[in-house]
């Protein structure tokens, strides 16, 4: 009998262990604070370029931060949280706005 040698499939096992270190990551609540110098529509277009939110989404929430204060963007792995509100601060740093957006963990 001729024995056939198994082959490990090391892209599938690679691929599948990023995605377990990414479903394994705890989770981090990204926040934005209201502030009463940046413009509406600039937010809005924050929310939906960095975010990836609707346009419907993007105002919600944006209404929601000048009406309370404050107000939950979304939930994401801490990399991924602490990466797109760098880029968030990185625009608005850019136009001279003092967008402000936080996170913390999602208990």
């Given at each position: 009998m001729a024995e056939f040698?198994?082959?490990?499939?090391?892209?599938?096992?690679?691929?599948?262990?990023?995605?377990?270190?990414?479903?394994?990551?705890?989770?981090?609540?990204?926040?934005?604070?209201?502030?009463?110098?940046t413009p509406f529509d600039f937010v809005i277009a924050i929310l939906i370029?960095?975010?990836?939110?609707?346009?419907?989404?993007?105002?919600?929430?944006?209404?929601s931060a000048h009406t309370n204060g404050i107000a939950l963007v979304a939930v994401l792995p801490k990399t991924e949280a602490e990466r797109k509100v760098g880029k968030a601060h990185f625009a608005a740093r850019l136009e001279g706005y003092p967008l402000t957006f936080t996170i913390e963990p999602d208990e």
């Open positions: 040698l198994v082959q490990p499939d090391i892209e599938r096992d690679i691929e599948r262990d990023e995605q377990t270190e990414e479903t394994e990551e705890n989770k981090w609540k990204v926040i934005i604070h209201n502030d009463e110098v370029r960095i975010f990836n939110l609707t346009p419907v989404i993007a105002e919600y929430i944006t209404y």
